[in-house]
């Protein structure tokens, strides 16, 4: 090969080495750029993830507060309903307490069974328990006013028994004997009739009715004869003959 052939090989060498070199360059740099594009896209992706989470964080949090509100809110209602529950079962006894105070009660006294309303054996009972302590004077006026008040109530004829014996204690002889015959025409088969039926006798014989006293013996022997007045009124008969 001659001198001149090697020449132009190698002046077309020399133009082909840059331009090859060239080519290559501008593949790395747009290789880089997308490279670069790709990792700025999922830096962009990464923060939008971490903003997201971030968000998602917020929200879980608030909703927290939110369920420890709500649970808070849970307890203080469920504290108000037991609390109004227990005032309503309160209410409730005391209203109970309150009509039994005024529901009728069973009674059974000096042989006899009735109903009787609360106030009625409160009643008789205060003025019992002052004749028992001896304050007959206040036993009079509390029997006396019982049976003006219950004129009706199944406590009145041991009402009048009693009334009767507060009046004897008090030398009221007459008010004595008109009780006790109320309560013998009202209750003949009391308990306590045959002890009337002996008191009015010593009410007569208080009074010098000798021929009075006499008959209401007579006729207590008659008609309670098993009872322990009739033997009592038995021995007064044989005294007065």
């Given at each position: 090969m001659n001198v001149r052939a090697l020449a132009v090989i190698g002046l077309c060498t020399a133009f082909v080495h840059p331009?090859?070199?060239?080519?290559?360059?501008?593949?790395a740099r747009r290789a880089i750029l997308e490279l670069r594009q790709r990792f700025d896209s999922s830096a962009e992706e990464a923060a939008q993830m971490r903003r997201g989470m971030l968000?998602?964080?917020s929200q879980i949090e608030s909703m927290r507060r939110e369920m420890a509100q709500l649970n808070g809110a849970k307890e203080q209602l469920e504290r108000e309903v037991s609390e109004i529950q227990r005032r309503q079962k309160?209410?409730?006894a005391g209203v109970d307490d309150r009509l039994r105070k005024f529901e009728p009660v069973r009674v059974?006294?000096?042989?006899?069974?009735?109903t009787a309303d609360p106030a009625e054996k409160r009643d008789f009972d205060a003025a019992l328990e002052k004749f028992r302590a001896g304050e007959f004077a206040e036993a009079r006026k509390t029997f006396a006013s019982f049976v003006n008040?219950?004129?009706?109530s199944g406590y009145v004829p041991s009402a009048r028994f009693w009334l009767g014996n507060t009046q004897y204690a008090g030398r009221d002889y007459k008010e004595a004997i008109a009780n006790f015959r109320s309560m013998l025409k009202a209750a003949p088969q009391h308990a306590r009739a045959a002890d009337a039926a002996l008191s009015i006798a010593n009410c007569q014989l208080e009074l010098k009715d000798t021929k009075g006293a006499v008959k209401t013996l007579?006729?207590?022997v008659k008609d309670y004869p098993a009872s322990e007045a009739a033997s009592t009124a038995k021995e007064r008969l044989q005294r007065l003959k």
């Open positions: 331009a090859y070199a060239f080519l290559e360059d501008a593949e968000d998602l964080q309160d209410l409730a059974q006294l000096d042989g006899l069974e009735f008040t219950y004129p009706s007579q006729d207590l």
